[in-house]
């Protein structure tokens, strides 16, 4: 069992937005603005999306955003695109005896 | 660019011992932390280790702790993973990938690990 919960799938046309939640507890996301959130296509290596809960590094679209609420960080695509699909984890910074901490990841399908 | 190279994974019986090792390249490889993260087949990934940037801390997942090492060789610009009284459930590949400010910013390839008899 993961210590991040997120869905295990999403889908959405082409254009569309979908959020993917990533829910964990007052030891980590609630306490921590060290969240992230990693693309990752298969058999490829995760790719950093977003830091520090709203943040994108250099050359990641802007289709790309996040947000935290209390325990709750969110990953938000907008524009949907076909390359959009592939698995998304979260990621969080945690003061229990595993200092990183990642979601079980979502599966974006794009219809 | 940073590089981030695995290597030492393969087969290895249940119960036996196998070190990785990741080079890294295009960065400063001494003022940042490092971690491996694993992914088994098919599953999510899972936090592993880190390390300080000079070796001074160390920190694991609670099923790995007593089992696996990490150290680094700042002079060769080079993580490990020592890893012990393999299990089957350790099959997985296994990424290296460096640390900035508490957020897991680049990732290598990965290694695969396969324990079975």
């Known amino acids: 069992q993961s210590a991040l919960t997120q869905p295990a799938s999403v889908s959405g046309s082409p254009g569309q937005s979908i959020t993917i939640s990533c829910t964990g507890t007052?030891?980590?996301?609630?306490?921590?603005?060290?969240v992230s959130w990693y693309q990752q296509h298969p058999d490829k290596a995760p790719k950093l999306m977003i830091y520090?809960?709203?943040k994108r590094p250099s050359g990641v679209s802007n289709r790309f955003s996040g947000s935290k609420s209390g325990n709750t960080a969110s990953l938000t695509i907008s524009g949907l695109q076909a390359e959009d699909e592939a698995d998304y984890y979260c990621c969080s910074y945690a003061d229990i005896s595993s200092l990183w901490v990642f979601g079980g990841g979502t599966k974006l399908t794009v219809l | 660019q940073v590089q981030l190279v695995e290597s030492g994974g393969g087969v290895v019986q249940p119960g036996r011992s196998l070190r990785l090792s990741c080079a890294a390249s295009g960065f400063s490889f001494s003022i940042y932390g490092m971690h491996w993260v694993r992914q088994a087949p098919v599953k999510g990934l899972e936090w592993v280790a880190v390390i300080w940037h000079d070796g001074s801390n160390k920190y694991y997942a609670d099923s790995m702790r007593g089992r696996f090492t990490i150290s680094r060789d700042n002079s060769k610009n080079t993580l490990y993973l020592q890893m012990n009284s393999l299990r089957a459930d350790d099959t997985a590949v296994y990424y290296c990938?460096?640390?900035?400010?508490?957020?897991?910013?680049?990732w290598g390839q990965g290694t695969l690990v396969t324990v079975s008899p």
């Open positions: 520090d809960v709203n």
């Open positions: 990938a460096r640390e900035s400010m508490g957020t897991i910013d680049y």
């Open positions: 007052s030891s980590d996301v609630g306490s921590y603005n060290v």
